[in-house]
């Protein structure tokens, strides 16, 4: 019998209320100041521009969710795209929203607070621990300011959070039906982190890490039936691994369908790559015969982008009768690879067995074994290599435009077509599509970019080579025919006009979408990231006892400014929170050693799980910097310090719990963790200046706030 009136009862946490309040007011009030470039800013607004145009851009610093969502902050405040990203400091004018470039970062930044406080009572901490945690959070002004501008380390954070959230809500949740729900959304979460950047992979291996061990203790559970946990083990590693993956993907695939025009970043990728995209090299090569055939006229880009794109390129110029160390040379004319668009790019594909360089009718194509040679298009020298070292490369062989001086040097000119990516033994050699090897059929070296820069005679291009030793899987022995027409003119001036009217002949194309996933992501994983020093780069070492800051935006005319610096007090607070565990920790693992169980059952998993996750979480976001080879600033570390920030008040409750047994100790405990709390809270407030931007300090007021001899605070005297 329904009971009436009909009464909806429901809880209202006020603390995390409150939390949440807070969170966002610190981070969203006042968005818009400073109306100009602040600091990384002009980094990642290149990227906001290019997805705003759908213009294509490799960035080998992380993967494309993060700048995803930054340009989709961008895109509800209508940014058209058309703003110049040269400086810091620069004026945002009137048509840029700069509330909306900002909005998701800080509302991500301002939901990592609630989310810590929830993730403390998953740890089955106190709703006082969690208002510490959270608190701890809300006061870290280097959090505050990373938040609030176009920058990724707030949303990481937010995804890291909810991820271990969700998990911990997911075992914690035994019995409850929608249970997998939460599991499903931490490996979302998961996906994100590591779709913002690559570092989110350190957390995520951490969470399959801790799943991993409740589930091979859910296997050794003889309550539960054979059927139930393969269920269980199943839906866990499709949750956590497949999703994961899956989400990875897709991201990438709506990167790439998003980014579908011609870019600055075209030529690092491929022929085929560039090919796929509106304008460029799209619009030279739309309608190019596929198959290449004896008579064919074409360019060959090398696959190699190191160290930078060039095509294999040949000019009216001889390699030096003799090089500056003394060493003799054939004195052939030069072969090169140029890294720009030139009509000394062209070569024809020539039968030995034939004089004619056009196409026959029908055409006869170049299939994966035949033998060819290739002739330079506006010199007609024939490609060829010799028992002569080469300049630059003397380990190498010397490639030439063949020279008859009437020596006793006789042409060397063939060269056998080797189809690397080729499906079967009989496949045609493929514009675009096919990377191929030119093996010279007198010496077996195969032709090769060595990279090396050639001296004053040689132009300063690039430097080819053919080489017997090589790596196998090395790119730079695999060419790739980019522009491609069937020549028709035999005569040479009507050939070299020909090579600048190249002929239409319709022909598709397109290049799959893990083919260029795949490629992409080997490009990504694979450049070499610039190294250089910054006037605010710093180490690992520095971090932990914040010997370094940033300037961050500096008014052009008053001491308005913002650093990231970050809160002394929590700080502090959370290194002694890290070595106060690892000494209980170490204490408790004497002890059990030693057969004295000094906890029960219950609080010793809390410990242990507290510290999988808090100082396990800071030592896969904290140590794996000392091993990277890249610049390095202070905003790396705050995805660290916010597992640090969880532990300490969970800390103070287990001690208080569990260490101390006086009701005294236990009152000055309380004390001591309120004084930190306001500590903390005078703490904000002193650098609160240099968190916001205002208000404007004086040059004595500057002074004070320099704790530290080290740090780089700038003031101007009146």
């Known amino acids: 019998?329904?009971?009436?009136?009909?009464?909806?009862?429901?809880?209202?946490?006020?603390?995390?209320?409150?939390?949440?309040?807070?969170?966002?007011?610190?981070?969203?009030?006042?968005?818009?100041?400073?109306?100009?470039?602040?600091?990384?800013?002009?980094?990642?607004?290149?990227?906001?521009?290019?997805?705003?145009?759908?213009?294509?851009?490799?960035?080998?610093?992380?993967?494309?969710?993060?700048?995803?969502?930054?340009?989709?902050?961008a895109y509800m405040g209508g940014f058209d795209g058309n703003f110049?990203?040269?400086?810091?400091?620069?004026?945002?004018?009137?048509?840029?929203?700069?509330?909306?470039?900002?909005?998701?970062?800080?509302?991500?930044?301002?939901?990592?607070?609630?989310?810590?406080?929830?993730?403390?009572?998953?740890?089955?901490?106190?709703?006082?621990?969690?208002?510490?945690?959270?608190?701890?959070?809300?006061?870290?002004?280097?959090?505050i300011v990373q938040s609030r501008f176009m920058l990724l380390e707030s949303i990481l954070i937010f995804f890291m959070l909810l991820a271990f959230f969700s998990y911990l809500r997911f075992h914690n949740s035994a019995d409850s039906r929608s249970r997998f729900l939460w599991l499903l959304l931490s490996g979302a979460s998961c996906a994100a982190a590591v779709g913002v950047k690559y570092v989110g992979l350190f957390s995520y291996l951490l969470l399959l890490g801790v799943a991993f061990l409740h589930t091979w203790n859910l296997i050794g559970d003889r309550t539960i039936s054979h059927l139930s946990v393969c269920v269980e083990c199943v839906c866990r590693g499709v949750c956590v691994l497949v999703v994961p993956v899956l989400l990875y993907v897709f991201w990438f695939y709506v990167h790439l369908s998003l980014l579908n025009h011609s870019g600055p970043h075209d030529q690092l990728m491929s022929s085929a790559f560039q090919a796929s995209l509106e304008g460029g090299l799209s619009r030279i090569t739309q309608g190019q015969p596929l198959e290449v055939a004896y008579g064919s006229q074409v360019t060959l880009r090398s696959s190699s982008s190191q160290p930078i794109p060039c095509w294999l390129h040949s000019h009216k110029a001889?390699?030096?009768?003799?090089?500056?160390?003394?060493?003799?040379?054939?004195?052939?004319?030069?072969?090169?690879?140029?890294?720009?668009?030139?009509?000394?790019?062209?070569?024809?594909?020539?039968?030995?067995?034939?004089?004619?360089?056009?196409?026959?009718?029908?055409p006869r194509p170049v299939r994966h074994g035949d033998v060819i040679q290739l002739v330079h298009g506006m010199t007609s020298r024939f490609l060829s290599s010799h028992d002569v070292a080469a300049p630059m490369s003397p380990h190498a062989q010397e490639v030439s435009g063949y020279i008859d001086f009437n020596v006793s040097m006789a042409a060397q000119n063939l060269w056998r077509v080797v189809i690397s990516n080729r499906e079967a033994e009989s496949d045609s050699w493929k514009t675009i599509l096919s990377e191929v090897r030119l093996v010279h059929v007198n010496t077996t070296a195969v032709l090769r970019l060595s990279g090396v820069l050639l001296p004053d005679w040689g132009?300063?291009?690039?430097?080819?080579?053919?080489?017997?030793?090589?790596?196998?899987?090395?790119?730079?022995?695999?060419?790739?025919?980019?522009?491609?027409?069937?020549?028709?003119?035999?005569?040479?001036?009507?050939?070299?006009?020909?090579?600048?009217?190249?002929?239409?002949?319709?022909?598709?194309?397109?290049?799959?979408?893990?083919?260029?996933?795949?490629?992409?992501?080997?490009?990504?994983?694979?450049?070499?990231?610039?190294?250089?020093?910054?006037?605010?780069?710093?180490?690992?070492?520095?971090?932990?006892?914040?010997?370094?800051?940033?300037?961050?935006?500096?008014?052009?005319?008053?001491?308005?400014?913002?650093?990231?610096?970050?809160?002394?007090?929590?700080?502090?607070?959370?290194?002694?929170?890290?070595?106060?565990?690892?000494?209980?920790?170490?204490?408790?693992?004497?002890?059990?050693?030693?057969?004295?169980?000094?906890?029960?059952?219950?609080?010793?998993?809390?410990?242990?799980?507290?510290?999988?996750?808090?100082?396990?979480?800071?030592?896969?976001?904290?140590?794996?910097?000392?091993?990277?080879?890249?610049?390095?600033?202070?905003?790396?570390?705050?995805?660290?310090?916010?597992?640090?920030?969880?532990?300490?008040?969970?800390?103070?409750?287990?001690?208080?719990?569990?260490?101390?047994?006086?009701?005294?100790?236990?009152?000055?405990?309380?004390?001591?963790?309120?004084?930190?709390?306001?500590?903390?809270?005078?703490?904000?407030?002193?650098?609160?200046?240099?968190?916001?931007?205002?208000?404007?300090?004086?040059a004595n007021q500057l002074q004070g706030l320099k704790w530290r001899a080290s740090w780089d605070i700038l003031y101007r005297h009146r």
């Open 1 to 73: 019998m329904l009971q009436l009136p009909p009464v909806v009862t429901f809880q209202v946490d006020l603390f995390l209320v409150l939390v949440t309040l807070l969170s966002l007011w610190t981070r969203l009030s006042n968005l818009g100041y400073p109306n100009a470039v602040v600091f990384d800013e002009v980094y990642y607004g290149q990227f906001v521009s290019l997805y705003t145009k759908r213009v294509f851009f490799v960035d080998d610093s992380g993967p494309p969710l993060g700048h995803m969502i930054l340009a989709f902050g």
């Open 84 to 143: 110049v990203w040269d400086r810091i400091g620069a004026d945002y004018p009137s048509s840029v929203n700069v509330w909306s470039l900002r909005f998701l970062p800080a509302l991500s930044g301002a939901l990592c607070v609630p989310l810590v406080y929830l993730l403390t009572l998953e740890l089955k901490f106190s709703h006082l621990s969690a208002l510490g945690a959270s608190l701890l959070l809300l006061l870290e002004n280097s959090l």
């Open 318 to 362: 001889n390699y030096p009768i003799r090089y500056e160390n003394g060493r003799g040379s054939s004195h052939q004319q030069q072969i090169t690879c140029y890294p720009f668009k030139d009509v000394n790019n062209w070569w024809i594909v020539k039968d030995p067995g034939r004089q004619e360089l056009v196409v026959s009718s029908p």
């Open 459 to 698: 132009f300063h291009q690039l430097e080819v080579v053919a080489d017997k030793m090589f790596k196998s899987h090395s790119s730079s022995v695999e060419w790739t025919v980019e522009e491609h027409r069937y020549g028709t003119s035999q005569e040479q001036k009507e050939r070299e006009a020909e090579l600048h009217t190249p002929t239409h002949i319709d022909v598709d194309r397109k290049i799959s979408f893990w083919a260029k996933f795949l490629e992409l992501q080997l490009k990504m994983l694979t450049m070499k990231q610039e190294n250089s020093e910054h006037k605010y780069s710093s180490s690992p070492v520095e971090w932990i006892t914040m010997e370094t800051n940033i300037a961050y935006w500096l008014h052009s005319s008053t001491n308005a400014q913002i650093h990231l610096i970050g809160n002394p007090v929590s700080w502090g607070v959370a290194n002694l929170g890290l070595l106060a565990y690892q000494l209980l920790a170490a204490f408790y693992l004497m002890r059990r050693r030693r057969g004295f169980k000094d906890l029960p059952d219950g609080v010793w998993c809390q410990f242990v799980c507290l510290g999988c996750v808090c100082v396990g979480g800071w030592l896969v976001n904290f140590v794996p910097f000392f091993l990277m080879e890249k610049t390095l600033f202070l905003y790396h570390y705050l995805p660290a310090l916010c597992y640090l920030h969880l532990l300490s008040p969970a800390l103070l409750e287990h001690a208080h719990s569990h260490l101390l047994s006086s009701v005294t100790h236990r009152h000055a405990l309380r004390l001591c963790a309120l004084a930190v709390l306001l500590s903390s809270f005078l703490s904000y407030r002193t650098f609160g200046p240099l968190t916001y931007g205002n208000p404007e300090l004086t």
